[in-house]
């Protein structure tokens, strides 16, 4: 029996469940809103994953329900992890001042869990945006710590010396010379930092802090379907088991991109 | 050695308040104008806010509240007039109750989880990845759906007993306290691997194995010693990570702790509640990662080996 | 004092619509409704009710004269503390506390004789002057408590005897006893401290209460007719999932204001009995009158024939609400009771929109936001429904946060929120010249002075017909599209008889409660 090389091909797959659930919306077969049969309907040839408390299609409100869920996260992710690296770029370059302050940083956020963070933010920003500064926040510091320590091994190699030598600015060498040599580490980064965002935007939405009913969301139809489990299972399952592939899929994503970096598999 | 650790907290905790505090104050829409709620006249704000004292500056307010609060008076609720302080205590004991069970249930697992794929060599790594990145929310809705819709075992929301003692009916800690502990267990396993595994690849260990020891009793003798310190690092993170999670756990099956406290105050912005809450957790974890480093210390001092602060660089999730 | 709640502070989940509910719904009233589901059976003796209430911890108080922003603390209010007046179920005050009351001519004194068999729980007889002292405490706590007695002078109250009270409203005042309704609680004199609860002379005292429950024990002391119930659990719990679910599981036997959803997931899921409460919240839509295309009557007219009301009640409601005629108060005893129902009509829709030159379609935007679970479905909704007739509308959802304070009363074009406002409350906030908040521009000088006419006529049934007949007014020329009202629900288990389904606060007041074994 060959092991499933699950790290080799969680990549594509996340890629491809990830613009499902963000296009989702325009597969969908009904109006995700509106009742379409009995409340708690089971699964059927028209309706494959059964009516929800209110008749509507799970299917339709699945596919319609990952685009927001998913689109805080990527946001939120994504400035966490550009404004990381930059930190982590600035701080491995200059190790002395900018390093510290970096580790310093990070310490403290660790102690404030991005939970907290992200729900004390919420008394005055909408939920979406307490998700992404919340991630921002506490992830940051942790991408800035390891980029400037893979940094700091690759400032003395040669190659950045020659183009320092060549008379390139700081900025220029940075980013041309330094960030390639940063891709395996970044990538390994951006898995983990979409995980906590995915969790924070779910937390928050499930709090009744992000989309409010009747607006498809996974995570609130987690809530939403929960009394029917045991009239339609389906109608919980639905949401539940793209939610969580969502988050394995980056877990695997940021494995692998770890093991390609060490050489490990 | 241990002075320096403890200026070291206390510079975090201090650093931790201004966190809270500017998040909750720093921002648009302050106390006044929620506490008057629309519907008084600018001229009623005003007074509010004199009365709050939210015409002085930030800093000033910052300092009065930081002053307020190493006094035990972390001021009062605006929505119901009640300190703060009282609402929080009123609250600790169900939730340091929950916060408590899961953590045992945590630790249980994760060690059961190690020596698992230990014995295996080295396979479900991915599986416990996996498993720490699934949200909360998740394992809520899975749990509540298969032990209380399903099969009836445990009551879907952990009302508790007249007296809010938990322990009085214990039923109703399972559930928030498996939701807690699954994923924190599966999250302590992964950053427990890196350390187990670096420890294996020690001379030590692998001339051991060379010899032909039986594995479990390599593992207790010749690779816990190496776990102590950075298995106290994760319990201290862990142990703030859930407390932080009680927020999701306790509005969700509706126990009455300090958790579904801080949920609440956001949702009417209670800003005062809201901070005093939003403590407890950052206290958790500075406190568990004080007691972690001096315990550190102290195994240094028996001569004992100990890696120093693996988990420092490790992943913090919500 | 009573305007439509936009507040920041309620701005999520059920808890917006609890405190709504609390702070409007007090002057709500139904007309079609009994006092109490009559269920058949003879009521049983004894048990222990467990009610599970919206209530967020971070707001439980013991104070009964402060915001009273928690439904669970109002409960248990209502059922430890004796009001002067509670509300009937034909939407006028019933005497409590108070047995009798008169006005003078001018109805700005009004003298109220108290009951003399009440005592406080330490044996204490209930005296005008504990009435006073209370009185007054709720007057100067008016920022905390949105001004709730700022129609009386409590300065210029006096006790001739100890069971006699008279007050004095700063104007005439016809509905005097319906503004101290439910909310006068009255506590000894000289109680300043509300830390702990604060003995009552209601129907039933609290034992002990701690972070989620307050345990309450028959008073049977009390003067009035003996609670079935031995004990009542009040447990406050925020989230409305959760709150269902206590019921559905069998750990509470009532769970107050649920969603539309929950309830349809608890029916197709188990054994559960419905109570609806009618005419407790409105998604109107608002046009000013000042602003074009708004300014030409026959625009607003094929507006309000384009609405599909039923449909709009079936999806933003699920059904469990009336259709409405557009007026925002058809729960109220004066709401004109021989008007014409506005079916839709899309011919003569488009017939009055090609007249006022809108034959080639109309595009506008209209604001909403997701304040209320349902306004933003409503706006959708509605915009296809205008589709039918050419006219474009663009639904924008504004920031809940914002909302009530940057759109609110300020665009011509909108959403708005009622929850449960008399008629006469809904004039002075809204409907006069000089109102703080006329969102719809509705300045008509005989309709000012036919309303304060009418508020100087003490009889009821002489003073609603005056004002059914403005009413007219407002239904044909106003700027209001009011399609529905949805009803408040509480889910319970089979066995609870006897709660309260009327309107407002009378749903606080559960001492008639009982449970079969």
Same mark, same amino acid.
């Given at each position: 029996m060959t092991r499933i090389r699950w790290s080799a091909v969680a990549p594509g797959v996340a890629l491809a469940v990830f613009t499902l659930a963000l296009l989702g919306r325009y597969l969908a077969p009904n109006d995700p809103e509106q009742p379409v049969a009995v409340p708690w309907s089971v699964p059927s040839t028209q309706l494959p994953f059964g009516a929800d408390a209110l008749g509507r299609d799970v299917l339709s409100r699945v596919l319609a329900g990952g685009a927001n869920l998913l689109g805080v996260a990527l946001t939120a992710a994504a400035a966490a992890l550009l404004i990381g690296v930059a930190l982590g770029l600035v701080a491995g370059w200059w190790p002395r001042w900018a390093g510290h302050a970096v580790r310093w940083f990070g310490d403290l956020l660790l102690a404030v869990p991005a939970l907290v963070l992200a729900l004390v933010l919420a008394v005055a920003l909408p939920g979406a945006a307490a998700v992404v500064v919340a991630a921002v926040l506490s992830g940051a510091p942790l991408t800035a710590r390891v980029v400037a320590a893979q940094c700091a091994t690759v400032r003395d190699s040669g190659y950045l010396h020659a183009a320092v030598e060549r008379g390139e600015h700081g900025a220029v060498v940075l980013v041309r010379e330094l960030l390639p040599a940063l891709r395996g580490l970044v990538a390994a980064d951006a898995g983990l930092r979409l995980i906590t965002a995915l969790q924070l935007a779910t937390t928050l939405a499930v709090l009744g802090f992000g989309p409010q009913p009747p607006d498809p969301d996974w995570a609130l139809m987690l809530s939403e379907n929960l009394p029917g489990a045991a009239l339609n299972p389906t109608a919980l399952l639905a949401p539940a088991v793209p939610l969580a592939l969502c988050a394995l899929l980056c877990a695997a994503t940021a494995r692998t991109a770890t093991r390609e970096r060490e050489g490990v598999w | 050695m241990i002075a320096r650790r403890l200026t070291r907290t206390a510079l975090l905790v201090l650093a931790a308040t201004v966190v809270v505090f500017a998040a909750t104050e720093a921002l648009p829409g302050d106390a006044a104008s929620v506490r008057e709620a629309g519907r008084a006249s600018p001229e009623q704000v005003a007074q509010a806010r004199e009365q709050l004292g939210l015409d002085q500056p930030v800093v000033v307010r910052y300092l009065r509240w930081l002053s307020g609060l190493l006094q035990g008076d972390l001021g009062s609720s605006l929505s119901s007039g009640r300190p703060v302080s009282d609402l929080l205590g009123q609250r600790l004991p169900a939730t340091a109750s929950l916060v408590a069970v899961a953590l045992g249930t945590t630790v249980l697992l994760t060690v059961a989880g190690l020596i698992v794929t230990q014995l295996r060599r080295g396979r479900g790594g991915m599986l416990a990845a996996g498993l720490a990145a699934v949200p909360q929310a998740v394992y809520a809705a899975a749990l509540g759906a298969l032990?209380?819709?399903?099969?009836?075992?445990?009551?879907?929301?952990?009302?508790?007993?007249p007296g809010g003692n938990p322990w009085q009916d214990p039923r109703t800690l399972v559930l928030p306290a498996l939701t807690l502990a699954l994923p924190s267990a599966a999250y302590a396993s992964t950053l427990l691997r890196g350390v187990l595994t670096d420890t294996l690849r020690r001379p030590h260990v692998v001339d051991a194995y060379r010899r032909g020891l039986p594995p479990m009793l390599v593992l207790l003798r010749h690779v816990r010693p190496f776990l102590v310190v950075p298995a106290l690092q994760v319990l201290a993170l862990t142990a703030g990570w859930l407390a932080a999670g009680t927020a999701l756990v306790e509005t969700v099956y509706g126990f009455p702790g300090l958790g579904g406290l801080l949920v609440s105050a956001v949702a009417v912005r209670d800003i005062p509640v809201v901070q005093g809450a939003a403590l407890v957790p950052v206290a958790t974890v500075l406190l568990g990662m004080l007691l972690a480093d001096l315990a550190a210390a102290a195994v240094h001092r028996n001569g004992r080996p100990a890696v120093v602060r693996?988990?420092?660089?490790a992943e913090s999730t919500p | 004092m009573l305007t439509p709640v936009r507040s920041r502070l309620a701005r999520r989940g059920a808890l917006p619509l609890a405190i709504a509910a609390l702070l409007l719904a007090g002057c709500g009233t139904d007309t079609?409704? &009994? &006092?109490?589901?009559?269920?058949p059976g003879t009521p049983v003796d004894g048990g222990t009710l467990r009610y599970v209430v919206p209530g967020s911890p971070a707001t439980a108080s013991n104070d009964p004269h402060g915001g009273l922003g928690n439904e669970s603390d109002l409960m248990r209010f209502a059922l430890t503390y004796d009001v002067l007046t509670v509300p009937g179920a034909d939407g006028t005050p019933q005497p409590r506390l108070a047995q009798t009351w008169e006005a003078n001519q001018s109805l700005d004194r009004w003298t109220f004789h108290l009951r003399e068999d009440a005592t406080f729980t330490d044996g204490q007889p209930v005296l005008a002057e504990d009435v006073l002292y209370s009185l007054t405490r709720i007057a100067d706590k008016a920022a905390e408590n949105y001004g709730r007695l700022a129609d009386f002078d409590m300065a210029a109250a006096s006790a001739p005897d100890d069971h006699t009270v008279v007050l004095a409203t700063r104007a005439p005042m016809a509905e005097a006893p319906k503004a101290l309704e439910s909310i006068s609680f009255v506590v000894p004199e000289g109680s300043t401290d509300f830390a702990e609860p604060v003995g009552g002379s209601g129907p039933f005292r609290v034992t002990e209460t701690d972070a989620q429950t307050a345990v309450l024990l028959r008073n049977d002391d009390w003067w009035g007719e003996r609670p079935h119930l031995d004990r009542i659990e009040i447990r406050a719990v925020a989230d409305p999932q959760a709150r269902a679910a206590a019921v559905t599981s069998g750990q509470a036997d009532v769970a107050g204001s649920v969603s539309p959803a929950a309830v349809k997931a608890a029916e197709a899921g188990g054994d559960v009995q419905v109570v609806r409460r009618k005419g407790v919240t409105e998604y109107p839509i608002i046009m000013r009158l000042d602003s074009a295309p708004f300014d030409d009557p026959r625009v607003r007219e094929a507006f309000r024939l384009a609405t599909d009301r039923q449909a709009l009640v079936d999806t933003v409601f699920l059904g469990y609400g009336q259709i409405a005629n557009?007026?925002?108060?058809?729960?109220?005893?004066?709401?004109?009771?021989?008007l014409t129902q506005r079916t839709r009509d899309l011919d003569r829709a488009k017939e009055l929109l090609e007249e006022a030159g809108h034959a080639d379609g109309l595009k506008l935007t209209l604001h909403t936001t997701t304040s209320y679970p349902g306004m933003d479905t409503a706006a959708t909704l509605w915009a296809q429904q205008l589709a039918d007739v050419g006219v474009e509308v663009d639904v924008k959802v504004e920031p809940a946060d914002t909302y009530w304070t940057a759109i609110y009363a300020k665009k011509d074009f909108y959403v708005g929120y009622y929850g449960g406002i008399s008629f006469p409350d809904l004039v002075r906030v809204g409907?006069?010249?000089?109102?703080?908040?006329n969102e719809t521009a509705w300045r008509n000088a005989s309709f000012d002075a036919e309303f304060n006419a009418a508020m100087g006529i003490l009889d009821p049934a002489e003073r609603n017909t005056k004002l059914a007949r403005i009413q007219q007014d407002l239904w044909r020329d106003g700027g209001y599209v009011v399609w529905g009202v949805g009803d408040g629900l509480d889910l319970t288990s089979p066995g609870v008889h006897g709660l309260p389904d009327g309107p &407002?606060?009378?749903?606080?007041?559960?001492?008639r409660a009982w449970k079969t074994r």
């Open positions: - | 032990l209380s819709a399903t099969l009836g075992w445990l009551p879907a929301v952990s009302l508790l007993p693996p988990v420092r660089t | 079609t409704t &009994g &006092g109490s589901t009559d269920e557009d007026l925002p108060t058809p729960y109220d005893p004066s709401y004109p009771q021989d409907l006069l010249a000089a109102s703080p908040t &407002g606060f009378q749903r606080m007041f559960i001492e």
